[in-house]
Each structure stands twice: as C-alpha cells, then as structure tokens.
C-alpha cells in the first residue's frame, strides 16, 4: 500500500518549467512583501509563512481543475494564490479591508472564496480535515467527478480529528486527496517528539488509503505525484494521501525565536530551496536563461506591488456592517 | 511592594505549587522546551525536568483525558491549554469525566485537575482566536471557574485552584499577560468563591471580571470626572461559585447595577449573575439590571471592526448612566 519516496520523473518543457517557477516566486515575493508588511502592523494578529514549502501548493494545485475544492490552515496565502485568487484580493484581506477575500473579517488565517472553491483559511489544528471529507462526500453523493484536497501539517496527525477524518475518507471512498506538509516541526516541537511513528504516511495507510512519500522541495516529483493522485481518485477508486517532505525556512509565526532548532539545520534546508532547485534543473538542461529568470521575477515583484498598491488604497468595512452575515439575510432566505 | 507582570505572578505560582507538593506537574503543547506559548511556564522545565513539565503533541481531548485519568489517581495535574479556543476540542473529557468523576461515584472519586490557559481576544487574531467561552464551564456543575483580573489575584487563585479538590477551570485574558501590578513577596492564597471590591462607590455596581476590570476602573474614573458618578466595581474572580453575598452587600448599597463581559451576551456568565440580581435582589433595586458585552457577532479581524466589537470605555459609561437615569 505505500510506496517509497517518489524519485523527479517528469520530463518537463521550456513553457512548463517557467510556469511552475513562476508560481513558485509569486508565492514567495508576496510572503517576503508581507513581512515587510507586518513589521510596519499594515498586516497584524498571526502571520504565518509559507517560504521554503511553496513545491507543495504549486504542484498539487497545479493538477487540479478550476472546479476542485482546496482546504489549507492558517499557512494558505500560497495555496489561496495558486487556487486563482488574486493576489490583490489576498493582501486586501491581510489590511483588514472590505475588498478582501473575507472583506477583512478573515485576516491572514482565513482566506476564503467560493468562486474559486478554497474553502479557508482554519486556524484550529486539524479542524479543516473533516470538512475536508464531507465536501468530497457531497461530490460523491451528487455524483459529480469532482476531488476535494485538504493541506494540514505534521501537527494535525496526533489530532483525533484526523483519524476520524482518515477512518470515515477510507470506509466511505470518498475523492479526497490529503497533502500532509511535514516539514518536521509542529511549532518548536520537533516530528520525532510528537509522533510514535514519524513516518507519517504510514498512519493513513493503516486506514486503507494509498499513501506515498514525496520529496516536497521538488517541484516536479510534487506535480508527478498530484496528479498521479488526481486522476486516480477522479477515477473513483476513493481518496489518497501523499506526506510531503518539506520545511519552513522562517518562523513558526512572527513572534518565534526558534530556539528548537539550529541555524546549521536551517541553512543546510536552505540548500534545498525548491526555486533554487527548479532553476538549477532548468538551466542545467538549456531551458532558462538569466534573463528569464530575472523576467519571471520581476513579473512576480510587480504583481506584489500592484496587490500592496490596491491594499494601501482600500477602505475598511462601513461600521454599520458590523453585525451582517452572523446569519443569513433576508434576500438569501428562501 | 514589587510589581511583576500577570505571567510571571502565574509562573511563581506554578513554581511554589510544584516545590510544594511533589503531586503537582504541568503538561501541555509547548509547556516545557518552548518555555510556554506564552511564556507562563518558563524556566520550569530546568527547575523541574521533564517527568513533570511535560510537552504533548497537539492532541488536546488526548491530553486532557490522561489528566483526569491522572488526576483520578490521586496526581495534581495542571494541564496547559495553549488557548481556550482549543479547549473546545477537550471538552468531552471536561464536561462529561472530569465534572462528573465525583457525582458518579457517589463521592468515592475525586478529579483534582486544573485546565488553565489563554482565554479572551488578543488583537486582531479573528474569529477561531478570540473567543470568551467561560460560559461554556460555568455551566457546569462539578466544575469551578476561575479569571484573575491582576498579577497578584492571578497568583493567589492559581495556587488555591492548584490546591482544590474539584475541577477548576482557569482563564486567563491573553492581553493581560504582560500586565504588571504589584505582587507581595510573602505567600498568600486568593480563595476560591470570593470577589472583590476593587473600587468602592455609592452610586452604582459594576459586576464584571478578568480583562473587562480594566475597562471598567477606567469607565470609572472618567464618570466621577465627567458627571461625578461614584462607581462601585466589583471583581467576581470566581465565576463559579458565585460570591453572592458580595453581590448582595453592594447591591443594597447602590441598588444600581451593570453586568460588564468580554463574552457574547446570550446564554452567558454575565445573563445569570443579571438573572441572580434580578430576582435575589429586585427590592433593592432603582433600574433595570444594564448589560454591556462583546457584541453578538464572531470577532472581526477588521482593525475597525474589533474594538467596535468588544465593550469598551464608552459602552460601560453609557450603560451606567442610563442604570443612574442619567
Ligand atoms: C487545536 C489547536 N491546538 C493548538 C493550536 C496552536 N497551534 C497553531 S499552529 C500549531 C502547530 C501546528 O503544526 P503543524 O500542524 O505541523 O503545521 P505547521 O505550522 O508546521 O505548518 C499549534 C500548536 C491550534 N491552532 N489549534
Ligand atoms: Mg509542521
């Protein structure tokens, strides 16, 4: 039922090398921007990074369609980006303005958008894995070959939620593709000091569930295995789970002084830098030329920008709007 | 007198209760090599090693039941929820084990546990972060409901729930962490089921507690500057049980009363300490019992948004001047 980690398979063109290298560095110009950001309090509360993990999102997301529906926690800026929401609309909602994702209700954590089916933005560990299973149930009942992928971290698995999750996914075969992003710590508590079995694939296994192991800095092993996974479960043959290697290069939130984890251990991560590691892989072979590289940067630099420009122009959510959608309102009642 | 911030009168109280006695340990997520989310169990782990400062993974019905399991063997666990909000994952070994050991048993089991941690709003951390869910437990017979208000109350009640036989429930306002307040050197206890007047005055009663006696000493001060209104705020610090007579002594001395809380004000603490004055007291009284609370939405992350939503100064004057028909 498990296989071992997945070795880089993809034999990639020019055109689809540069597009996974550029959503690689929209997501990760837009974290630096944010941080930027929070340090002048225009973005505030909790603000988690995704630097360093931005292979998992893009090669998952990357191989579903327009109408699948994504979960992430409270580290989803890269996942809501990648989705299709629009980087305006992201830091919109981080200044706490009514055009936002959430029209400023939501902040950092809890972006969402129906229109583009990203589900949140949950900021209560392991909370979004059920509802992970019940939008993927709802598709199996309408019969719609739709497939439902829920992100949650390391932390997640000693949650009773996720074996309930894991349990109900496997009984019910129902198209759900979990992405676990491992990248060894839960906060300051390392992988090894909260899991019994830190191979943690192995746990879904248990429930019956094709589980594989991939390298989550490769972006190409990434894409091989998303969609390997995809198209097996829009297929029927029910849900699967891939734990991702990664790692996080900044803090846990910003109020983190990693003390649980040396500098050399991050630096040597660093090495391993999927951007990095794509552009190596596409220059070796001829397919990327610096002047492409700087081109696809500063395309991501001036999205940032424009999205940082439209924020600091927005307008925060009239007063009078204060006590709206605590339910629903009269023109949706039905 | 020295003055030390909210989180480390928690910690002196953490670090004389385990010095004290050898039963007593703490377990939680990030308690003991992180030094605490928030800093309250600092330097624990080296003062009392790892067999009882005791980091879990993030499993918290897990780790709240192996405390009621340990607290049913005659162990005083603390257990460390990061944030109330997660609590709300534990509940079922709260409400359904951990309050109900001893009623079911007839008196022959005891649970003394205490569940502590961060509660209330921070700034800006939105909805799933900023909650008051004291309601929740209060509800509960078998539980006792504890939140300081200042670093010297939340030493004393925390050593006393500590040494409680029952379930104690401990909230403590995340933005009252680094509050600093004056704390004696000399060991005292707060008892449990005691308020306190922490402003005297002959016009109207404030009942309130936690972070919301901040809001209402300042609400205060401005009311006797601004129309010489002589506000008497009353501290609960323990929520259940109620200090009644407390309640009742200063009622019939004002016959005016507001209830102030951070919680949503349905089904709430602040409801029944009104429903309590309405009718225990309703000869005393001049006014309607005046209600001031977060409003009855999720927390907003909006910057405008959220101090719109949580009482404030403003909200707490008014009230009290309509309950003085002012
Ligand atoms: C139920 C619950 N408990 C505790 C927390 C506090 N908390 C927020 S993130 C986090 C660590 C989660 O680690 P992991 O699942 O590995 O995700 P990562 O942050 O590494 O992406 C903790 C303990 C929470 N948000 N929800
Ligand atoms: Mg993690």
């Avoid at chain 1, 992928?149 to 496997?170: P, Q």
């Avoid at chain 1, 979990?178 to 090894?192: H, I, P, R, S």
């Amino acid at each position: 039922m498990t296989e071992k980690p997945q070795a880089r398979v993809e034999n990639i063109d020019r055109d689809r090398g540069h597009y996974l290298l550029h959503q690689m560095l929209r997501i990760r110009r837009l974290e630096e921007r944010c941080a930027d950001l929070y340090a002048q309090t225009k973005i505030r509360g909790f603000l988690h990074l995704y630097i360093g993990e931005e292979a998992v999102a893009v090669g998952v997301i990357d191989a579903l369609r327009d109408d699948d529906a994504v979960l992430g926690t409270y580290r989803e800026h890269g996942h809501a980006l990648m989705k299709g929401m629009s980087a305006e609309s992201i830091m919109a909602e981080m200044y706490g303005n009514v055009e936002g994702c959430s029209m400023g209700r939501g902040g950092s954590m809890h972006l969402f958008s129906k229109e583009h089916r990203f589900f949140g933005g949950h900021a209560i560990v392991g909370a979004g894995l059920p509802p992970t299973v019940g939008l993927a149930l709802a598709d199996k009942m309408l019969g719609r070959d739709r497939v439902t992928v829920g992100f949650f971290g390391d932390g997640s698995v000693a949650e009773g939620e996720f074996h309930e999750s894991m349990n109900l996914a496997a009984l019910w075969q129902v198209p759900a593709l979990f992405c676990c992003e491992n990248n060894l710590y839960a906060m300051g508590t390392a992988l090894d000091r909260h899991q019994s079995q830190p191979d943690l694939h192995l746990k879904a296994a248990s429930y019956g569930i094709p589980s594989i192991q991939v390298d989550g800095m490769d972006v190409l092993a990434v894409s091989h295995a998303a969609r390997r996974a995809v198209a097996a479960i829009r297929d029927g043959s029910g849900p699967q789970f891939i734990e991702f290697l990664t790692y996080r290069f900044r803090a846990h939130s910003m109020f983190d002084p990693e003390l649980y984890r040396d500098k050399a251990e991050v630096e040597k991560w660093k090495e391993r830098d999927p951007i990095k590691n794509l552009t190596t892989y596409l220059r070796e072979r001829d397919l990327l030329t610096e002047q492409e590289y700087d081109e696809l940067d500063q395309s991501a630099r001036q999205e940032v920008e424009r999205a940082v420009e439209f924020a600091e122009k927005g307008s925060l959510e009239p007063v009078e709007d204060l006590l709206r959608f605590v339910y629903s309102e009269p023109e949706e009642d039905r | 007198m020295r003055e030390i911030a909210f989180r480390d009168a928690l910690n002196e109280a953490l670090a004389e209760e385990m010095e004290r006695d050898p039963d007593v340990f703490l377990m939680g997520e990030e308690v003991a090599e992180y030094n605490g989310a928030y800093k309250v169990s600092k330097g624990l782990l080296d003062q009392f090693g790892p067999r009882r400062v005791i980091d879990t993974p993030i499993v918290e019905l897990g780790f709240a039941g192996l405390g009621v399991g340990a607290a049913l063997a005659g162990l005083k666990p603390v257990i460390e929820m990061m944030t109330f909000n997660f609590a709300i994952l534990a509940l079922d070994q709260v409400v359904n084990h951990a309050a109900k050991a001893r009623y079911m048993s007839n008196g022959q089991l005891s649970c003394p546990i205490v569940i502590r941690g961060a509660g209330g709003a921070g700034g800006s951390l939105a909805a799933q972060h900023s909650q008051s869910l004291e309601a929740h437990y209060a509800h509960v017979p078998g539980l006792k409901v504890m939140m300081p208000a200042t670093p010297k109350d939340a030493k004393g009640m925390l050593k006393t729930a500590i040494r409680d036989p029952d379930p104690v429930i401990f909230i403590e306002s995340e933005v009252l962490y680094g509050y600093k307040g004056e704390v004696p050197e000399e060991e005292y206890l707060i008892p449990m089921g005691k308020g306190e007047i922490k402003r005297e005055g002959g016009d109207c009663t404030v009942i309130t507690w936690s972070r919301m006696v901040h809001t209402v000493m300042d609400a205060a001060e401005e009311l006797k500057n601004s129309d010489g209104v002589d506000v008497e705020v009353l501290d609960l610090r323990t929520l259940r049980p109620l200090d009644k007579d407390l309640i009742r002594e200063s009622v019939k001395k004002t016959n005016r009363v507001v209830v102030v809380e951070e919680a949503w004000p349905w089904a709430s603490v602040g409801a029944s300490v009104a429903d309590f004055v309405a009718r225990d007291l309703f000869d005393w009284l001049d006014a309607p019992v005046g209600r001031v609370n977060q409003r009855d939405v999720p927390m907003p992350y909006a910057f405008n948004l959220e101090p719109l939503s949580l009482p404030s100064v403003e909200r707490v004057a008014e009230a009290v001047k309509k309950a003085c028909y002012l």
